[in-house]
């Protein structure tokens, strides 16, 4: 079976902090991809990450990080000095099984002021 | 702005009735991906097209269908509408048709059936 686990419903930093977002993925395939995307309180879906299976290479984009270990299965996120403009939902998905994504269920970032 | 298009931005209507959701992919995209998100069952991928033709499918009910025309765009086809199919409905386009290419969304169209 196919599936995505994230199992921070909701989080609250302060301002600055640093805050990592958790993703569980369950597949038997071997070659997969791993996405991450962001949806503001706006509501519009933002792509912001993908990464395949093969490829086990943390990866950083500014204050974004992304930390993938297959021995664990999972794709987690960390965002740095997080900002105000963090506030979203993020979702992790799973791309694999004959073209089809499973999406977990979302984890729900406040950054405060 | 990820210059996909959805129209209508919201729709209201009747349990029973049958409405039509459209998708304007980016420039240059050929293939196109319908996302349902609601309460209950989160975010949802329901089917995709490359270039006019069906080239994955998810949990896309049958009451509900979709088609890619020759100038690209989607259209998903809901019928016998009930109260669960309420739902913001995405669309998102990509390059070609690896469903591992970066997609970009459109801004939904909110579907409220009463």
């Known amino acids: 079976a196919q599936k995505v686990t994230q199992a921070q419903t909701e989080i609250s930093v302060v301002e600055k902090e640093d805050v990592t977002l958790d993703c569980v993925y369950e597949?038997?395939?071997?070659?997969?991809?791993l996405f991450w995307y962001k949806q503001p309180p706006s509501g519009e879906l933002v792509f912001l990450i993908r990464?395949?299976?093969?490829?086990?290479q943390n990866e950083i984009s500014g204050r974004y990080s992304w930390n993938f270990q297959k021995s664990t299965s999972s794709f987690n996120f960390t965002i740095t000095a997080s900002q105000v403009v963090d506030s979203a939902v993020y979702f992790c998905?799973?791309?694999?099984?004959?073209?089809?994504?499973?999406f977990g269920s979302g984890t729900k970032l406040n950054v405060k002021p | 702005d990820s210059g996909v298009t959805q129209t209508p931005k919201h729709l209201i209507t009747a349990t029973g009735q049958r409405v039509t959701l459209r998708c304007s992919p980016r420039?240059?995209?050929?293939?196109v991906y319908w996302y349902q998100q609601s309460l209950d069952q989160g975010l949802q991928f329901l089917i995709q097209?490359?270039?006019?033709?069906?080239?994955a499918k998810g949990n896309i009910l049958e009451r509900f269908s979709a088609q890619q025309f020759p100038d690209l765009h989607s259209e998903l086809n809901l019928s016998s509408l009930e109260l669960g199919d309420s739902a913001l409905y995405f669309c998102?386009?990509?390059?070609?048709?690896?469903?591992?290419?970066?997609?970009?969304f459109g801004p939904g169209t909110r579907l409220t059936v009463l």
């Open positions: 998102a386009s990509s390059a070609d048709g690896r469903s591992t290419d970066t997609q970009y």
């Open positions: 998905a799973l791309y694999s099984n004959f073209n089809k994504f499973y």
């Open positions: 597949t038997r395939d071997t070659t997969y991809y």
């Open positions: 097209y490359y270039n006019g033709e069906e080239r």
């Open positions: 990464r395949n299976s093969f490829d086990e």
């Open positions: 420039s240059g995209d050929l293939s």
